[in-house]
């Protein structure tokens, strides 16, 4: 399906351009249509990439948000709410953080 594709035009973005100061950015969004196929574990696995890259901006707070969804999905709410904390104590000023701190509360 149309994830698939965008997977592989991402990975082939990244084997093509190594290095690439928009990296981060294409593996978050491998990760995202991992997430969205339904292989959690793996989305989980890309997205702490994006999280040890440490790109600029709120990526790697959105990141560790995909973390957690991935983890919930997965039935791991302690997880999930790790990934949660991580977020609001390494980036509390993100885009995310407020929703981080609101599922926190649930």
Same mark, same amino acid.
């Given at each position: 399906?149309?994830?698939?594709?965008?997977?592989?035009?991402?990975?082939?973005?990244?084997? #093509?351009d190594p290095g690439s100061s928009l990296e981060a950015d294409?593996?978050?969004?491998?990760?995202?249509?991992?997430?969205?196929? @339904?292989?959690?574990?793996?989305?989980?696995?890309?997205?702490?990439?994006?999280?040890?890259?440490?790109?600029? @901006?709120?990526? #790697? #707070?959105?990141?560790?948000?995909?973390?957690?969804?991935?983890?919930?999905?997965?039935?791991?709410?302690? #997880?999930?709410?790790? /990934?949660?904390?991580?977020?609001?104590?390494?980036?509390? /000023?993100s885009d995310v953080a407020a929703l981080a701190r609101q599922?926190?509360?649930?």
């Amino acid at each position: 399906g149309e994830y698939e594709e965008a997977e592989g035009r991402l990975r082939a973005f990244l084997a #093509a351009d190594p290095g690439s100061s928009l990296e981060a950015d294409a593996i978050y969004w491998i990760a995202e249509c991992l997430r969205a196929r @339904g292989r959690y574990r793996e989305a989980i696995a890309e997205y702490r990439s994006v999280v040890d890259l440490r790109p600029p @901006g709120d990526l #790697a #707070a959105r990141a560790l948000y995909g973390i957690a969804l991935a983890w919930r999905s997965l039935g791991d709410d302690e #997880a999930a709410r790790q /990934a949660l904390s991580d977020l609001v104590r390494d980036f509390p /000023a993100s885009d995310v953080a407020a929703l981080a701190r609101q599922r926190l509360q649930e």
